[in-house]
């Protein structure tokens, strides 16, 4: 969609480096997102959406997010070849590259929606970033790019609050970890539980002055559509209205699809619609539609790469609740849903909902 002066409203980044961050027989390689940009410039988005210039993030942004002793490590492992941040996380000899600008790349775009360059978009591209900590990467995550262009908002966008929702299956302890103590940041996450990384109990919920701005939703396997509408319903919309954020950043993972190979929930492509349909609807509401997607996981190439595709969708306005289909060539989960309502109860309680 284009306004009055030709400004088409969505964005995005890509940019091919992240085809060399790769390692071949691990799930998070460069077929990931291969297949995905395909489908979408096959189905005419891209030519729709703004395209926003990756540039390498600067040390500044980085720094404030991961030490220089860490940031050094990265880039002289790479400079050797490459090698492993820890038995999941591997290092190529382009990933440094890859990283600053996976990380640089959702600055940018945040920085176009905070200007009014765009209201909304979606950095495509990898590594992932939601498990890395100050001082470690983990869990196929080298820079934590989510926590980066929060930080960059909050430092230099002239944003006051901002609210992270994580909805891939594994819990964001890097973004958690960043944001442990800080009022100004709203982190919710829904992630399968107990799993990897093992963090994200319904109890851990920020310390000091940023108490009560985690809010972990902690599920058993087996969740799915009906579950996960009723967390973003009757959960996140009161905590973000109580919040008001005004910038919304989404940790997309999509491996809680029921196909994914990595994990056991049992999302449908029409339930990660809903998703996006809903952080849509809240950032009208609430933030006068600035929304940035980041892409984390999502290892069944086919669910991920329509997953993409109708939230971007969704973003144009071509999917809303009134009008267009989802496009879904995996269906539902034909096996039933795990219920929520006792964890909504415990949530509802510690988050003061009730
Ligand atoms: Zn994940």
Redesign the pocket.
């Known amino acids: 969609m284009a306004d009055s002066r030709g400004i088409m409203s969505t964005a995005y980044c890509y940019d091919p480096v992240e085809q060399e961050h790769t390692l071949y027989g691990h799930p998070e390689n460069r077929e990931r997102l291969k297949g995905t940009m395909e489908l979408l410039e096959q189905q005419g988005l891209l030519a729709r959406m703004t395209l926003v210039e990756a540039t390498p993030v600067s040390m500044e942004r980085l720094h404030r997010v991961h030490s220089s002793q860490y940031v050094d490590s990265v880039r002289r492992l790479a400079e050797r070849g490459g090698g492993h941040l820890d038995p999941d996380t591997y290092v190529a000899s382009r990933s440094y590259e890859a990283a600053l600008m996976s990380a640089g790349g959702l600055v940018n775009l945040v920085a176009a929606v905070l200007q009014g360059e765009a209201v909304c978009g979606f950095n495509l591209m990898r590594p ?1 970033g ?1 498990h890395a900590l100050t001082g470690r990467g983990m ?2 995550c080298i820079f934590n790019n989510v926590a980066i262009a929060a930080h960059y908002a909050l430092a230099e966008g002239g944003v006051e609050r901002v609210l992270i929702v994580d909805f ?3 819990h964001g302890n890097g973004t958690q970890d960043t944001f442990w103590r800080d009022p100004s940041v709203l982190f919710f996450s829904t992630h399968q539980y107990p799993y ?1 990384p093992g963090t994200g109990d319904w109890r851990e919920i920020g310390a000091g002055e940023g108490k009560g701005t985690i809010c972990n939703v902690p599920l058993r396997p087996g969740v799915g559509n009906e579950g996960y509408t009723r967390i973003f319903d009757e959960l996140l919309w009161p905590l973000a209205e109580r919040f008001r954020p005004q910038l919304i950043l989404v940790s997309a ?1 999509y ?1 809680a699809h029921w196909q994914d190979p ?2 056991g929930m049992r999302l449908s492509l029409s339930g990660y619609a809903y998703l996006a349909q809903t952080l849509k609807a809240m950032a009208d509401e609430l933030c006068s539609g600035r929304l940035v997607f980041t892409l ?3 290892y069944h190439l086919q669910a991920l790469a329509y997953a993409v595709l109708n939230t971007l969708r969704v973003l144009l306005g071509d999917l809303t609740p009134e009008q267009g289909e989802v496009m879904d060539p995996l269906g539902p989960c034909l096996y039933g849903e795990t219920p929520v309502d006792t964890l909504l109860l415990q949530l509802k309680g510690v988050h003061r909902l009730v």
């Open positions: 992932p939601h869990g196929f891939d299956v594994h990897y993972g491996d990595l994990a984390e996981g999502g």
